[in-house]
């Protein structure tokens, strides 16, 4: 309980609440708690839980001690995927606001496609990180990555159709044109 309440005053005096709501993330309050109490209670069970492990260890309960430290490994992993989620989501508020304050032309349309992105990689990192379908991801990634090519490709083909039958045309002249006739400086190299 000590360690919960000092990392909960710890949080609220360098006003944690009050970031979180400004990055959208969540209210200042949940319920009665606020956010830095929250945390504070997080950290008091996560104290009791680890001494908990280590008494089964001391009692020779191996395999529950195993089974929470394999549980407190995948409680980590979350708790970091869930960071680095909210990491995005705070990047990506701050790169849209920044987007829709320039004088670009489609300010709007370029800041809902930076949230966007920025969102979707941001929720590709966190759940790699969090060991969720990592299969999915990387095939989604590659899939993404190649419709951008072949839209690409697309789009320089379309594009660019006129100038490639163009450069196709003047090829194929060159080709047709006759071979220019041979001197007599090529013959005298021929005999030789």
């Given at each position: 309980?000590?360690?919960?309440?000092?990392?909960?005053?710890?949080?609220?005096?360098?006003?944690?609440?009050?970031?979180?709501?400004?990055?959208?993330?969540?209210?200042?309050?949940?319920?009665?708690?606020?956010?830095?109490?929250?945390?504070?209670?997080?950290?008091?069970?996560?104290?009791?839980?680890?001494?908990?492990?280590?008494?089964?260890?001391?009692?020779?309960?191996?395999?529950?001690?195993?089974?929470?430290?394999?549980?407190?490994?995948?409680?980590?992993h979350?708790?970091?995927?869930?960071?680095?989620?909210?990491?995005?989501?705070?990047?990506?508020?701050?790169?849209?606001?920044?987007?829709?304050?320039?004088?670009?032309?489609?300010?709007?349309?370029?800041?809902?496609?930076?949230?966007?992105?920025?969102?979707?990689?941001?929720?590709?990192?966190?759940?790699r990180?969090?060991?969720?379908?990592?299969?999915?991801?990387?095939?989604?990634?590659?899939?993404?990555?190649?419709?951008?090519?072949?839209?690409?490709?697309?789009?320089?083909?379309l594009?660019?159709?006129?100038?490639?039958?163009?450069?196709?045309?003047?090829?194929?002249?060159?080709?047709?044109?006759?071979?220019?006739?041979?001197?007599?400086?090529?013959?005298?190299?021929?005999?030789?």
């Amino acid at each position: 309980r000590l360690l919960g309440g000092v990392v909960s005053k710890l949080l609220n005096g360098i006003g944690f609440d009050k970031v979180l709501t400004k990055i959208g993330f969540a209210r200042e309050r949940v319920g009665e708690r606020s956010l830095s109490d929250l945390v504070g209670g997080l950290v008091m069970v996560s104290v009791i839980y680890l001494a908990t492990l280590e008494g089964a260890r001391l009692l020779g309960f191996t395999a529950v001690a195993a089974l929470g430290s394999d549980f407190a490994v995948l409680a980590g992993h979350v708790l970091f995927g869930v960071l680095i989620f909210g990491e995005g989501l705070y990047l990506a508020n701050l790169a849209s606001n920044a987007g829709r304050e320039s004088d670009v032309a489609q300010a709007r349309i370029l800041s809902i496609a930076t949230r966007v992105a920025i969102v979707g990689l941001a929720g590709g990192m966190a759940l790699r990180q969090m060991g969720i379908a990592n299969g999915i991801i990387e095939l989604a990634f590659g899939l993404l990555l190649g419709a951008f090519a072949v839209a690409a490709a697309l789009a320089f083909g379309l594009g660019g159709r006129e100038a490639a039958q163009r450069a196709l045309e003047e090829a194929r002249t060159r080709l047709e044109e006759p071979a220019p006739p041979a001197g007599p400086e090529h013959e005298e190299r021929v005999a030789h």
